[in-house]
């Protein structure tokens, strides 16, 4: 009998072993965990991470693992969902092709799970890098965007981001130690626990919401509660992950792409894909924020030589109902750190003052600055005339469609006009052009813990990360991350004079 999709990718996540991990691989999975653990601290710093800690300590339960930043100890599932809430608040985390986030919730559950039982590094490394390419190649294959000659694109209007409740149930119940029938089970008991196709909603009926397009900490704890009920007899459905009601339906794809769901696996590695972002902004609006910081700093601007600032991109980036509404910043009156992720002219201003992109981009005192909403009134933008014909003659993978949208912007000052262009998104560790380097990354990484953590404490994260497949048991490691003493630290914000 032919073996199935969803028995091939048991037999993949049940005996794949660490010893197996390429070497640059398990240096990327390194880089990966660390960002994300910056996201979870940066995201605890601000009003809202306090928020979602205080849901924790609501929900309680046996004292098992660790809240990053609080350092609150719950039961496993409900630390694995405020870790992976806490870490997409910002919306600094990893984002694959531009468009979809898997960020921590591998990682997160993974670790949650791994202090309760006293996983090594290896394994949390290990039940990492398995259940984020299950996600990414989820979300890769299951794309709800096609390029048409006509339209440009069209789109199945019914995306979900529930594939990552099954990366989250491979992260446990790699983990949990489970065997192939074990996986297959767990995998079908996930399913049924993923969120359904509410990206639209959010897309297209501003002014949003602070759970955006998706809950990242309730994929996690989706994950966790699968493993959980899979240990205690649960019986989930044996064929999850094949035909066109399963996974396919669950994502909202117009087509699944069987094929390179299954490809080289244990060769191809999609972490080596993924999109670090160097701005707590949506992934459509940093190609145009590169390109103004770098005109910047090429040109020594300062806010007062700013006349007014002009982006072309792709339409979808800006015309969207929720898209749009956030970007008339000084015509908006609720200035939520939400609706600010999702405003190109508020990313653009806080580029101007030169604000740290981090949590200082969502602190009250920026959201609600007058200058800032005046900086806004100053910037327009369009569609780049090249946006809408690179996708309609797009040959790439579906899935990749909108991986290198074209930008351009022009800036008009006091100083002169200055123009830039470009394709490249900065973070996009697939495109040598644009990838940021594993010290940047560091460099973002303290940047946001420095909110909560003193710089001594930080370094031995970073210690400990990188030397991750050291650790015995992942208790030794997540009692890193919360303050172990008062954090000292001076004001990282780098505001020019205006």
């Not at 849901?55 to 039961?75: C, F, N, Q, W, Y």
């Not at 604000?355 to 609600?368: D, F, V």
Request: proline share 5%; hydrophobic share 40%; net charge neutral.
């Amino acid at each position: 009998m032919e073996t199935t999709i969803t028995e091939r990718w048991a037999d993949f996540l049940t005996t794949f072993t660490f010893d197996d991990i390429p070497a640059e691989v398990l240096q990327q999975t390194k880089v990966h965990i660390l960002d994300s653990i910056g996201c979870s601290l940066g995201g605890y710093a601000l009003e809202w991470g306090k928020k979602v800690a205080a849901v924790g300590r609501d929900l309680g339960g046996k004292p098992e693992a660790t809240v990053i930043g609080s350092g609150d100890r719950l039961h496993c599932a409900h630390a694995a969902y405020v870790n992976g809430k806490l870490s997409n608040i910002l919306d600094m985390d990893e984002t694959m092709y531009q468009t979809r986030h898997i960020g921590g919730v591998p990682l997160f559950t993974a670790l949650a799970v791994g202090e309760r039982v006293g996983a090594t590094g290896k394994e949390i490394i290990l039940a990492t890098v398995l259940a984020y390419d299950l996600g990414a190649r989820s979300a890769l294959c299951g794309s709800i965007w096609r390029p048409d000659p006509e339209k440009g694109v069209v789109s199945s209007l019914y995306g979900s981001s529930g594939f990552n409740t099954l990366a989250a149930a491979a992260a446990a119940a790699g983990i949990f130690k489970f065997d192939r029938e074990e996986m297959i089970n767990v995998l079908g008991v996930a399913a049924y626990l993923a969120t359904g196709a509410i990206e639209s909603k959010f897309s297209f009926t501003p002014p949003s919401n602070f759970n955006k397009s998706a809950d990242m900490g309730w994929f996690c704890l989706g994950g966790v509660m699968a493993a959980l009920c899979a240990r205690n007899g649960f019986v989930g459905d044996p064929s999850i992950l094949d035909g066109p009601r399963g996974l396919a339906a669950l994502v909202g794809a117009l087509e699944f792409d069987d094929d390179t769901f299954v490809a080289d696996l244990g060769k191809r590695w999609y972490i080596m894909d993924a999109g670090f972002k160097p701005y707590p902004t949506c992934r459509w609006f940093h190609n145009s924020v590169g390109l103004l910081e770098g005109i910047i700093k090429k040109h020594g601007l300062k806010p007062g030589d700013i006349d007014s600032i002009t982006v072309n991109t792709h339409p979808l980036g800006i015309t969207l109902p929720t898209y749009a509404a956030a970007d008339n910043w000084a015509g908006s009156t609720g200035k939520e750190l939400w609706f600010s992720q999702f405003s190109l002219s508020y990313a653009l201003a806080c580029t101007v003052y030169g604000i740290t992109p981090g949590p200082e981009w969502a602190r009250e005192e920026t959201l609600k600055s007058p200058r800032i909403t005046e900086m806004t009134k100053k910037i327009s933008h369009g569609e780049h005339p090249d946006a809408v014909r690179m996708v309609a003659t797009w040959s790439g993978h579906p899935g990749k469609l909108f991986s290198q949208p074209p930008a351009s912007i022009e800036v008009k000052s006091k100083k002169g006009r200055f123009t830039a262009d470009s394709t490249d998104i900065p973070g996009d560790t697939w495109n040598p052009g644009a990838r940021l380097t594993d010290d940047a990354i560091v460099a973002k990484f303290r940047n946001n813990a420095s909110y909560v953590l003193g710089d001594a404490q930080i370094d031995r994260i970073i210690d400990a990360v990188m030397g991750l497949e050291r650790i015995k048991n992942a208790r030794d490691f997540t009692g890193l991350l919360s303050p172990q003493a008062p954090a000292k630290r001076t004001s990282r914000r780098r505001e020019a004079s205006g």
